[in-house]
C-alpha cells in the first residue's frame, strides 16, 4: 500500500533487535514503520514525513527519550508520543506523563498491548486533526457570515436612511416651512449631542432619527396646515394630533 494510505509510525530505540522486532510488529499489523536508532535521526525524519504517532524509548545515549519528547512537542504538541522502558521506575513515568507523554509501555510488551496502545495513539491524533479542521472551518464561516451580515446590516441601514429622507421629502413638499424646520431640528440634534460628547452612534442615531418628528404632519389635512392666518382653537387641536399620528406611524 501506498504510505499516503497508511499510518506513519516513527520507532526510536537505540536496541537495534528492539527496532527491527517492534518495527516488524508494526507493519503486520498495517502501519508504515520509520525506525530510527536515535533521537537525532527521528528529529530528521520527522520534518520529512508526515507522522501520526511516535514510540520511543527513554534510555538513550545522547538524546534520551525524555528529551526527545520535549523537543517534538515544541514543534508539533498534539503528535501522540508513547514511551518505552524496560525499567520500571515510578518517577521515570511520572517525568514522562508530567512531558506530556500519551501513554507508557514497559518492556518486553505484547504484541497485542502494543497493538491496542499505537490504535489510541492514533485515534486520539485523528480526533485531534478532526477537531482543529473542525476549529478552522468554523472559524472560517463565522468570518463569512459576520461579514455578510455587515454588508446586509449596511444595506437595511442605506435603505432605512433613503426611506427617512423620502418621508421628509413628503413633509417637506406639502409645507416648505415645516420641511426646513425639520433640516433644523436635524442639524441642531447632531450639534447638541455632540456638543453633550455622545457616542458617535448616538450621534448618528438622533440626526437620523430627528427628521421625523414631524411626519404626523403629513396627516392634517391641508385647510388646515397651509391656512394662512391664526387657526381657530378646534384648528389647533385638529394640529395637535400630528404627534400622536407621528407616534402612531413610528409603532406601526
Known amino acids: 500500500m501506498p504510505m499516503t494510505e497508511k499510518s506513519v509510525i516513527l520507532v526510536v530505540d537505540d536496541d537495534r533487535a528492539v527496532l527491527e522486532s517492534t518495527s516488524r510488529l508494526l507493519n503486520v499489523y498495517g502501519y508504515h514503520v520509520l525506525p530510527c536508532g536515535n533521537a537525532m535521526d527521528a528529529l530528521t525524519k520527522l520534518q520529512e514525513y508526515g507522522v501520526s504517532a511516535v514510540l520511543t524509548d527513554i534510555m538513550m545515549p545522547g538524546v534520551t527519550g525524555l528529551q526527545l519528547l520535549e523537543r517534538i512537542h515544541s514543534f ?46 492514533l485515534d486520539h491524533h485523528r480526533l485531534k486533526q478532526i477537531e482543529k479542521n473542525y476549529t478552522v472551518t468554523l472559524e472560517k464561516t463565522v468570518d463569512l457570515r459576520t461579514r455578510e451580515l455587515g454588508g446586509a446590516l449596511r444595506l437595511v441601514h442605506s435603505a ?93
Open 76 to 121: 508539533n504538541p498534539e503528535l501522540p508520543v508513547i514511551m518505552m522502558t524496560a525499567y520500571a521506575e515510578v518517577d521515570v513515568a511520572i517525568d514522562a506523563i508530567r512531558n506530556g507523554a500519551f501513554d507508557f509501555l514497559m518492556k518486553p510488551y505484547k504484541p497485542e498491548y502494543l497493538a491496542h496502545t499505537v490504535r489510541k495513539a
Open 160 to 252: 432605512s436612511k433613503e426611506i427617512v429622507e423620502r418621508l421628509a421629502g413628503v413633509a417637506e413638499y406639502r409645507d416648505t416651512e415645516t420641511g426646513k424646520h425639520i433640516k433644523r431640528i436635524g442639524l441642531y440634534s447632531k450639534r447638541i449631542s455632540e456638543a453633550l460628547k455622545m457616542p458617535a452612534e448616538f450621534v448618528e442615531s438622533i440626526t437620523f432619527a430627528s427628521v421625523l418628528h414631524d411626519i404626523g404632519k403629513v396627516g392634517i389635512p391641508d385647510s388646515i396646515l397651509l391656512k394662512q392666518g391664526p387657526l381657530t382653537p378646534e384648528e389647533f387641536d385638529v394640529i395637535k394630533t400630528h404627534t400622536v399620528i407621528g407616534e402612531r406611524c413610528s409603532r406601526d
